[in-house]
């Protein structure tokens, strides 16, 4: 008897012993709170004839906007917002000399009409254009509505409201209150507003459904003139810079009862028009259905440069590259050559170069790259480890501007030569205190092959200490979009910025974490965007998650019984079609705003879905591509976490699932933020939701 209680309580011991060095081995070295304290730079613009900058700035959920100017460019704080209210700040506008800025505040409103009020907040939200002195003062209301556009000669603005167009004074009155007037009216719902360079005519769209017209309106004359109308849509207008032409771009109209499908293609051409008489021409046209992505995603998919060159995005050769041409259409010139995406781009004042970020030779990274816009052999301008994006030029063309990120700290405003010397960080010159930029890991990159030949990259985050016979959990992150690539570094859009911190959280906890780009994503080109029956037509991407999984099995730090699926949106949906098929390879899942039931988004959310989802058969293949029809093998638990103002993905996606769930009897946890929306716009939802994560995973992964 005493041999077995002493055998017993060595057991016991020897057991006690083993969770303690695993917990030791497997403890976080820094908080959540922490890691998510740096500030989140954006939205960087610059003025016309000074060498001033102005970006925001979101620092735990507070919003502000920044300025720095020459010679020193030291940052000023112009706006004082002080509260995690979840109001945007976005749409910068300087004056010419940088003395004054126009921004929006307040986000877009929903189909009921309602604007994004994530607090709940009993007096409601709006969406309102403001202005400010960058020397100092109160910001002022100009007026509800957003897309500002300052005159040329600066003394009003024009703005958007419910789709039409307004102006009002920049400047208020002495002892009067600015009011906002309607600047003209036209059938249709407008946008793409552009002012012609004497500021006498402003350029815009006219989107009508079926067609989209290509509008001129003469202020001095009060009267529009529409450019080559037809029955085609016409898009994105810019100004040649004497202002006596317009090039647009042009693809085609409606077919009866066609649905957009975001992973098709289409044709597209560009087109160059007599601003005075309306005649136009086509002077390119793609040779395929190459249209579509590269004309909606960038921020400026044609310019008109100032040394008379037209500049466009196009996939025509395989890739996102921006291409160059005279305006009579000869001369064409690809100004990214090779197997990579050109994405934020700017050009000089004098229009003469051209730069961009690319992963042109770092095909998991950014960087920025210069080449003249006539032709000529790209430069990088940034190299290394760091991830570049977003490139301004300033007015005087000597400096640029740019964001520059890391493996270990998010992006930082920075200023260098216009040939990329002399690089110098603007904004934030330090962190906070509590930051952990010291105990991040290196994320590795990583390809493995999935069951159908594919190549699929992903960043590996092995925690510290790390080796083998650890039996430790691990996590595959999957991105949203799905039209995204997560990187080798903090990512330049915030969401994912977030979603990279996490990552980085759940390593410092013990976690093996893949983040995987499947394809479907950005970043690798056109055949890898556009893979065949990818999402509701056969969710052929899930065989890369499958992939993933059997990577991590065969890893030998990993524990092959411990594996969870976390993300977002697309990622959300992943993560549901993991655990619903396969929930003897995945153990547990957290599923931020997934998509679960293509058939019913395709019926319920919008004609089609986004995906052009239409007829018996493609709605029945809909509804065989997503998880609520696998959910006989369910078994995993699952956290799903979403915001019941969500504009991206129907609430009721998740709250059919949970029913569903709830019936079969799987362990289903839910976390709901009233009145957030997709993307949570408080800091303080991204802390609860990946605090619920983590524990989530602790709960079911570690113990």
Not at 241 to 265: C, Q, V, W, Y
Not at 561 to 579: D, E, F, Q
Not at 664 to 686: N, Y
Request: net charge neutral.
């Amino acid at each position: 008897m005493f041999v077995r209680k002493t055998l017993k309580a060595f057991v016991a011991l020897a057991a006690y012993l083993l969770l303690l060095h695993v917990s030791i081995a497997f403890s976080q070295s820094f908080t959540l709170e922490a890691i998510l304290s740096a500030p989140y730079v954006t939205n960087l613009t610059t003025a016309g004839e000074a060498d001033v900058l102005a970006w925001v700035s979101n620092e735990k959920g507070v919003r502000n906007i920044w300025v720095a100017a020459a010679p020193d460019f030291q940052p000023r704080l112009v706006t004082q917002y002080t509260e995690d209210d979840g109001q945007a700040l976005g749409s910068l506008r300087l004056t010419r000399d940088g003395r004054i800025l126009v921004y929006v505040r307040g986000g877009s409103a929903n189909r009921a009409g309602e604007h994004p009020n994530p607090t709940s907040d009993p007096d409601g939200a709006e969406q309102a254009i403001w202005a400010v002195r960058t020397d100092g003062g109160e910001p002022w209301r100009l007026a509800a509505g957003s897309r500002p556009l300052l005159s040329p000669d600066e003394q009003f603005v024009v703005f958007l409201r419910k789709g039409k167009p307004f102006r009002v004074e920049l400047l208020p009155p002495d002892g009067k209150t600015l009011e906002a007037k309607p600047l003209f009216k036209v059938r249709g719902r407008v946008g793409h507003l552009r002012w012609s360079p004497d500021g006498q005519k402003l350029a815009f769209v006219s989107f009508r459904g079926d067609h989209n017209f290509v509008g001129v309106y003469d202020l001095q004359h009060h009267r529009i003139r529409w450019i080559a109308p037809g029955v085609d849509r016409d898009l994105r207008p810019v100004w040649s810079p004497d202002g006596r032409r317009l090039a647009f771009i042009r693809t085609p109209g409606a077919k009866k009862h066609e649905l957009r499908n975001i992973m098709s293609g289409t044709p597209f051409a560009i087109w160059v028009a007599d601003a005075a008489t309306g005649a136009a021409r086509e002077i390119w046209r793609s040779p395929g259905d190459d249209g579509g992505f590269a004309q909606y995603y960038p921020a400026e998919p044609l310019r008109w440069t100032k040394n008379d060159r037209i500049l466009f995005y196009s996939e025509h050769e395989g890739w996102m590259h921006i291409y160059s041409m005279r305006p009579d259409g000869s001369d064409l010139q690809d100004l990214t050559p090779g197997q990579s995406e050109a994405e934020h781009s700017a050009v000089s004042p004098d229009g003469k170069y051209l730069y961009f970020s690319s992963n042109k030779d770092d095909i998991d990274r950014r960087h920025i790259w210069r080449t003249p816009t006539a032709g000529g052999r790209p430069v990088a301008v940034t190299r290394g480890t760091g991830i570049e994006t977003d490139p301004v030029v300033l007015a005087s063309g000597r400096l640029i501007a740019y964001r520059a990120a890391g493996t270990n700290h998010p992006p930082v405003i920075t200023l260098a030569q216009a040939d990329g010397k002399k690089p110098k960080a603007v904004y934030p010159q330090q962190w906070p205190a509590d930051f952990p930029q010291k105990e991040l890991v290196v994320p590795q990159p990583v390809i493995f092959t999935s069951g159908d030949g594919w190549k699929i990259h992903a960043q590996l985050f092995l925690p510290k200490g790390a080796k083998p016979g650890d039996n430790r959990p691990a996590l595959i992150f999957m991105h949203g979009g799905p039209i995204r690539q997560m990187l080798l570094g903090w990512h330049y859009r915030g969401y994912y910025a977030n979603a990279y911190a996490m990552n980085q959280y759940m390593a410092s906890k013990g976690y093996v974490v893949l983040s995987v780009n499947y394809r479907c994503g950005i970043g690798y080109g056109r055949d890898f965007r556009l893979a065949p029956n990818q999402g509701p037509r056969g969710a052929s991407e899930y065989q890369d998650i499958i992939a993933a999984g059997l990577y991590l099995q065969k890893r030998p730090e990993v524990d092959p019984h411990k594996i969870g699926l976390w993300g977002g949106s697309y990622g959300g949906y992943l993560t549901a079609m993991g655990l619903a098929r396969d929930s003897d390879l995945f153990a547990a899942g957290v599923d931020l705003h997934g998509v679960h039931d293509w058939a019913f988004r395709a019926t319920d959310f919008s004609p089609g879905g986004g995906w052009g989802l239409q007829g018996e058969e493609l709605l029945e293949l809909a509804l065989k591509s997503s998880p609520v029809a696998d959910l006989t093998y369910w078994t995993s638990p699952i956290l799903l976490i979403h915001g019941d103002d969500d504009r991206n993905v129907l609430f009721q996606q998740t709250t059919d699932l949970v029913q569903r769930l709830r019936e079969k009897g799987v362990h289903t946890e839910v976390l709901v933020f009233p009145d957030e929306v997709h993307g949570f716009l408080r800091h303080e939802s991204w802390l609860r939701a990946y605090q619920a994560t983590a524990d989530f995973f602790d709960r079911f992964l570690k113990k």
